[in-house]
């Protein structure tokens, strides 16, 4: 018996087809930072360029259809610094459209934005995009919305000072990001994980978390393939792995462990049975820094996921320290840049490195891209070389100082180069010139459904809301064949589930529904159609009217660390609390406390509302442990706003990234005290704001005026409640209490 199809089929969906053509992703046509053009120029220096365009940038600019769209900032310190999506005419560099955000919540310095790259989806134009901190967006090739997501409020995404941000990938309807998160239930402990959105409606379809605890971050992006019929990609990740997903349905595949930290660079595909990795960390087997290898693709796709060792090696070469420049190939040679500031040139069969050319002191991020038989290559210093290879070196065609540290690849289209500078954007070449791509290939006809997945495949709403869910059979090999109808949805509880919690929440058709009063939740539901079943998980986050005292929560567990102390988790929708945070007993209540169990943790922001949340007031009582000498930071995150009371500053502070915004007054703070902590964000019709905080010893009346009154020049609009700890070294504890959000 077949199932009853919403929409008969899909329509076949073509990579890279008709409309939309360009170099799409920051690896152009083929993915491998490789050109099909010929007639580039041989010169590209400052001074004689087609055009420039004034903003900051350390990635890729993208070209579809004559539109190039770029990732930038603006501003030099403060409330200036702002990112940026432009879109320019690829030829006359006009701007066309423009959308700025505001960083928040990161801990990114001024000269680490911009590291990262856009992608237009080849069958609608749309450009895809994650910012610095992992608000990740979707636009039309016009400068329409699509949708918006925030990683970090959603999904927990974590923020490194680095600022490396992978570029989004687009396969067929859905848009890939990668990024670190600490989430919740089983997805609570930090990981590198890959989100694969639907690339019209920002539902998200699925996760996934293919490798182990991370220790860096990674903006090395999914390269596609096949595996035994299915679609699969490769990608490093920050915990030093590289990686095998379904394409499809994000189930991890196999992994091989490369290095001892994150792997930035993008793997290169060697025909169907091999694949290149490098990276710039320490090895797993020697204390050396740095490796290229070359791994033999399994042929067979396995029913769970299979960890491989050093069998999988055709080569190693160690001469290779890329920490985060991505190697091509080109004419049947590997090149790559490498931390020592050198241009390697390695064959590919054997591993064996056949040249090496120093062009630089050091190097990092930018990646060289090859066409029309040359290579260009920008370095970190600033300089910019354009090179031919041979046998046994490679030939100077030109070279020159831009001034400013390069750190994305050229972009190459219509007989143009594209590169950013950290200063500026540049195009070189002549005014006429056609693309060359590839052509498209038809998407494989898919087969029978053999079984369902629901989308979104993780949700969350606030008390009074709902969400459409969607049901989609996929054949035998993971494609999707076409939407089903429900025939009934119920609660699931995983049989491996540590705690048997339940979403206070009803279906109605295919819409969960919650009460006004309904209570903070989380769990699963499992859809049945025609004999086949799939699951979606998701939490009911704290709306207007929230309260919590914690005081339900019987303490049934030890401390881990110290037998005396009775403990419990924080509640279950909070994002990554359950292994930051204890609920346990203190001055005669039940109260939130930091743990100090693990030094990495020591900083901890963890949400428990929804992102869309604005003009709030969120108060709660306040504490820090210590002495006169010593004492930690705690504080409240209301609509990105981090307000916090700083024991060792002995202040009031408002702040957002600390490098952008941060506002203080002196407030007297004793450890060992309770306060009540009270704020509030205004937003103006004209883009500005002001954050209001106020603290007080608790138990004494309220002063009537804010202690604090920032004024914002770009305020956020909208963002999550959220806790924050800061114990440095792990040494003093902070403690929450009574907290509440509610309209002013």
Partial sequence: MKLTLLLATLPLLVAGAAETTGWLNWRGPLHTGVSLETGLPDKCEPGSELWSYDIHGAGTPVIANGKLYAYGFYGEKGEDVREALLCLDAITGTKLWEVRFSDYLSDIIYNRYGIGAPTVDPATGNVYLQLSNGHSVAYTGDGKLLWERSLMEDFGRLTFPNGRTGAPAIFEHLAIFHCVTA????????????????????????????????????????VFAKLDGRDVFYSGTGCGHVVCIDANTGKPLWRFRLSQGGINGQVILLGDDRLIASHGQENTDASTAGRMVCLKIPTEYPAELVTYGKEMEVWRNDDITAFTSSPILADGKIYSTIATGSLVCIDPETGKTLWTEKLAPDQIHASPTFGDG???????????????????????????????????????????????????????????GAFKGVDPTLAPARGEIASLQVVPSEFKMTPGGSVDF?????????????????????????????????????????????????????????????????????????GYGYGADFDEIELSMKNEFDETEAVNFPPLPWLGARIKWYVLEKDGSKVLANRLDNVLFQRTMNFFGASHMSDYVLEGDVMTDGNRRTMSTVG?????????????????????????????????????TWYRLKTHVKANADGTGTVFAKAWPRGEDEPAAWTLEAPVKHVHPQGAPAVYAFSPQSQKRVYIDNIKVTKP
């Fill in 470 to 542: 969607k049901v989609f059979g996929l054949d035998a090999n993971g494609r999707r064949v076409g939407e089903v109808k429900a025939e009934s949805w119920e609660t699931f509880i995983p049989p491996t589930a540590r705690v048997q919690s339940t979403v206070d929440a009803k279906f109605e058709g295919s819409t969960l529904k919650s009460a006004p009063d309904a209570k903070l939740s989380a769990g699963a539901f499992k859809v049945t159609a025609n004999g086949m079943t799939a699951t979606t998980r998701g939490r009911i986050v704290a």
């Fill in 183 to 222: 989430n919740w239930g089983t997805d609570g402990p930090a990981a590198d994980r890959f989100y694969a959105f639907d690339k019209i409606t920002g539902d998200l379809v699925w996760s996934s978390t293919p490798g182990t605890r991370p220790v860096d971050s990674s903006f090395a992006i999914p």
């Fill in 636 to 672: 409240l995150v209301n609509q990105r706003y981090l307000v916090t009371l700083a024991g060792n500053n002995q202040i009031l502070e408002v702040s957002s990234n600390h490098d952008r915004l941060k506002q203080s007054v002196k407030f007297p703070i004793k450890a060992n």
């Fill in 374 to 432: 040359k290579l260009y290559v920008p370095m970190f210093d600033g300089k910019f070389h354009i090179l031919k290879p041979g046998a046994e070196k490679p030939e100077s065609v030109f070279n020159t100082d831009f001034g400013a540290n390069l750190l994305g690849a050229p972009a190459i289209w219509a007989g143009k180069v594209y590169m950013f500078s950290k200063e500026k954007l540049y195009c070189f070449g002549a005014k006429e």
